[in-house]
């Protein structure tokens, strides 16, 4: 599925480039990372230079280097720099395609070392890079490859859930995510499914709120997710579930207002659900 019959980014196949890294160096290891080293450095000439297919180039060779010389600190700085490069020139499937494969191959080593910083941020800004351009192909409509970027998010996100389930950025990295993901389906029409969606989010949110009820960000992502599903019923023609929808944002925002009583969004939001109560 894509845009102009382009497939989606084919993991399986990424998956397999992973296993293939990391096998047998010609030259040694302060030889290969010092030409790494090198190769980036002259990246960053390039792209100051707007010379951006020099630029990927070069990215290609400190990236391979990189490997040879099992230097994953350098890995991970070139292809967060080939997805940034990338995206900037528009060419989003290849960012992705680079962002999934960082993310793959920073999960097979954060296994083996979860305490490991250089692992646990780049496992993180890999997540937050994918969720971003799921939202970029959401505006401009590109569904598949938007839903693409929630599915693989929500995917790594549950499964490090599984050994670190008190964790609040995948927490709340599920129940954003799960949002997007309703609003996507709910602009393809799929209702049902958007349904599910946001009633999952919700669920994600509700022991960060029970813990930490005060929180705002938890808060007002909870209003966000609570006004998305009262739109859909309210779409469907379900007036009573929109309401009750409506009512339990506006009483989070309601809430939140009083402890940010300056905060312009919060009163539009506010604005805005009211709005939406009355047009029922």
């Known amino acids: 599925m894509g845009e102009e019959g382009r497939s989606e980014v084919d993991e ?3 998956y397999k480039t992973v296993q293939t890294y990391f096998f047998g160096m010609s030259e040694s290891p302060e030889k290969l990372r010092e030409e790494a080293v090198k190769n980036f450095n002259e ?3 390039l792209i100051q230079k707007g010379k951006n297919e020099e630029a990927l180039e070069s990215l290609r060779k400190a990236e391979k280097t990189a490997q040879d010389a099992k230097d994953v600190a350098i ?4 292809l967060k720099t080939r997805g940034q490069l990338l995206q900037s020139l528009g060419r989003l ?3 992705l395609e680079t962002y999934i494969f960082s993310l ?5 080593f954060h296994e083996t070392d979860p305490e490991n910083k250089l692992y646990l941020d780049t496992l993180h800004m890999n997540l937050n890079n994918i969720g971003n351009l799921g939202n970029i192909f959401l505006r401009a409509d590109n569904f598949p490859f938007a839903q693409q970027c929630y599915e693989i998010g929500i995917e790594a996100s549950r499964k490090q859930l ?3 389930p008190e964790n609040k950025f995948y927490q709340m990295y599920v129940g954003n995510t799960l949002n997007n993901l309703g609003e996507l389906l709910s602009k393809m029409d799929q209702n049902e499914e958007a349904k599910e969606k946001y009633e999952e989010a919700l669920k994600t949110y509700s022991p960060l709120l029970k813990n930490h009820p005060e929180n705002s960000e938890y808060l007002s992502d909870t209003a966000m997710t609570l006004n998305n599903l009262g739109i859909l019923f309210s779409e469907k023609g379900q007036k009573a579930e929109a309401k009750e929808n409506f009512e339990k944002a506006l009483e989070v925002l ?3 207002s009083e402890k940010e009583p300056e905060n312009e969004k919060l009163k539009e939001e506010i604005s805005l659900t009211l709005e939406r109560l009355e047009a029922l």
């Open 12 to 14: 399986n196949t990424t």
């Open 43 to 45: 990246t960053l000439d």
């Open 254 to 256: 309601k809430n939140l």
């Open 162 to 164: 599984e050994f670190h």
């Open 93 to 95: 499937e290849e960012a």
């Open 104 to 108: 793959i191959t920073c999960e097979k």
């Open 75 to 78: 890995l991970f700085l070139t």
